[in-house]
């Protein structure tokens, strides 16, 4: 049985019936109850109890874990998020160790790289951006995964059986909401970039993510970007980057609307190529650069 935590999620109720649909037993593990909840549930846990969360894990051989408070919170001035995230990571990693799982996947975030919440945003001197990219966060939730990443690699290292994946999923839509995030005023101007560069991935598409996460023949600590190939706008890359990233270098030619994020390590290790784009959803004709603009 795999345990799926924040299964009331967006990201979670995807992912749960993704692992249902491929013949998967799922146990869904929620701090309220999900009413509607297509498998058996354990709720009322709170992942920053140990004892509570081991407990939740009963039964249990492999775990997704996706509960996280998403977003700082006010201002930034409070500890409570990266309290709570980096200390669910903790529990998570260190009992999948110490329960004899084999595999580990956990929702990070392309916040880890610094630039979404941004107090202020890093350089980047390379692009595209890729899991090679030098993170440095200054908020309170990038902060908290970009330490959970880390934390993976001593884990891996005290439980050698075990293997930790990270998905750095961007901004993840539901099909009903393209339409607002991509009305046309904003998709002509710079608005999609602020944050999360313009990136983003299917709700589909990302639980499809963790389920081939799970069943890759992976070992030790694996990080993978998870966003589209295409950008969420019609400004082109190579103009955005320019303006965003002045001093950076392009290690390969970027296409015309190709992310400014790789997801080519996901494609090659996981086999994931996205198969929903919002170009697709709103009937925008995908232009010729974007039909393999990261292969392998």
């Known amino acids: 049985m795999i345990g799926v935590t924040g299964a009331r999620g967006l ?23 999900w009413e509607d909840c297509p498998c058996q549930q354990r709720s009322g846990v709170q992942l920053t109890d140990f004892s509570a969360f081991a407990r939740a894990l009963d039964g249990c051989e492999g775990l997704i874990h996706l509960a996280n408070l998403p977003t700082p919170i006010g201002q930034d001035d409070t500890p409570e ?73 001593g884990m891996v ?27 046309p005023d904003r998709l002509r101007s710079m608005a999609n970039f ?27 600590a694996e990080l993978f970007y998870i966003c589209n190939p295409d950008s969420m706008s019609l400004v082109p890359s190579p103009e955005a980057a320019r303006r965003l990233f002045p001093a950076a270098r392009f290690s390969q030619s970027l296409g015309r609307f190709q992310a400014l994020e790789s ?14 784009s919002w170009r697709e959803v709103l009937g925008v004709p995908s232009p010729e650069d974007l039909l393999h603009p990261d292969a392998p």
């Open 81 to 153: 998020v990266f309290d709570n995230n980096l200390c669910a990571d903790y529990h998570a990693m260190l009992l999948s160790g110490l329960m004899g799982f084999s595999k580990l996947v956990y929702a990070s975030s392309t916040c880890a790289l610094g630039f979404s919440f941004a107090h202020h945003r890093p350089e980047v001197l390379t692009l595209p951006i890729d899991e090679n990219t030098p993170a440095s966060p200054d908020n309170s939730y990038g902060l908290a995964k970009l330490l959970s990443e880390r934390a993976a690699q």
């Open 194 to 220: 602020d944050g999360n560069l313009a990136s983003y991935v299917d709700a589909r598409d990302c639980a499809r993510a963790f389920r081939l996460a799970l069943e890759a023949p992976l070992h030790g």
């Open 157 to 183: 290292q005290r439980f050698p059986s075990l293997c930790i994946v990270g998905l750095r999923i961007s901004y993840v839509a539901e099909p009903e909401a393209y339409a607002q995030r991509c009305s």
């Open 263 to 276: 997801s080519r390590k996901a494609r090659r290790l996981l086999g994931w190529v996205p198969e929903h």
């Open 11 to 33: 990201v979670g109720q995807y992912v749960v019936r993704e692992l249902l649909q491929h013949g998967y037993d799922v146990l869904a593990i929620t701090r309220t109850p």
